[in-house]
């Protein structure tokens, strides 16, 4: 199994940006998949997750409304759209696989990790 992300950089409050994550290695269509982040000196915190098919998505309280997740199964990836972006965005952001019949929320829930990718929020 190898998760890549990928789309950081530095961009500025107001602004957007797209992650993606590239899988291989298993049957992506079968596996919920999610975006976690984690800011410097604080523990890696949920960001959002969706189904196998992209039909139910899940968010954390703090990117509702800015941020879209969805997935492509053709070319077995995930984005993470992050519209108006706020400095408190700023974190390095992992996609992972979702173990099956668990939560959404929690790192314990994902069995594989991708190797991050730094997004930069700064004017």
């Known amino acids: 199994v190898q998760l890549q992300a990928s789309g950081g950089g530095v961009v500025q409050p107001g602004g957007s940006l797209r992650l993606s994550c590239a899988a291989s290695?298993?049957?992506?269509?079968?596996?919920?998949m999610g975006w976690f982040r984690q800011a410097p000196g604080q523990s890696r915190e949920f960001v959002a997750s969706l189904s196998w098919n992209g039909g139910a998505t899940y968010f954390a309280q703090s990117v509702k409304g800015r941020f879209a997740i969805s997935r492509d199964n053709a070319k077995n990836t995930v984005f993470l759209q992050m519209n108006n972006v706020k400095t408190e965005d700023t974190a390095v952001y992992y996609c992972a696989r979702r173990r099956s019949r668990a939560t959404n929320y929690n790192t314990a829930d994902y069995d594989f990790w991708g190797q991050g990718t730094l997004v930069t929020v700064s004017s």
């Open positions: 290695g298993f049957r992506f269509s079968d596996y919920f």
